[in-house]
């Protein structure tokens, strides 16, 4: 015979479960941790970016003022905004 527990488990809409109700053998993790937040940026994608920016920041930083003025009419004239003839 199943317990009110295991009968609670088996129709979770006649009992909602907390999503910071303790699991697991310590209780340390909730429920609301097993979650995943579609919202959140992924960590690794975020710091791979952040160093692609730092390094890329780096690099310009050591243009003339010539490279740098035929990197930003290239990148103008590439711009979906621009008016092309």
């Known amino acids: 015979m199943a317990t ?19 699991v697991g053998e310590d209780g340390e993790a909730s429920v609301g941790d097993l979650i995943p937040d579609k919202m959140a940026e992924d960590p690794a994608e975020k710091t791979g970016y952040l160093m692609l920016k730092s390094r890329l920041r780096g690099v310009l930083s050591t243009l003339t003022e010539s490279d740098t003025t035929s990197l930003s009419d290239i990148r103008l004239s590439s711009s979906p905004s621009s008016t092309r003839e």
């Open 4 to 22: 009110d527990n295991e009968k609670g488990a088996s129709n979770p809409r006649r009992h909602p479960s907390n999503a910071f109700r303790p």
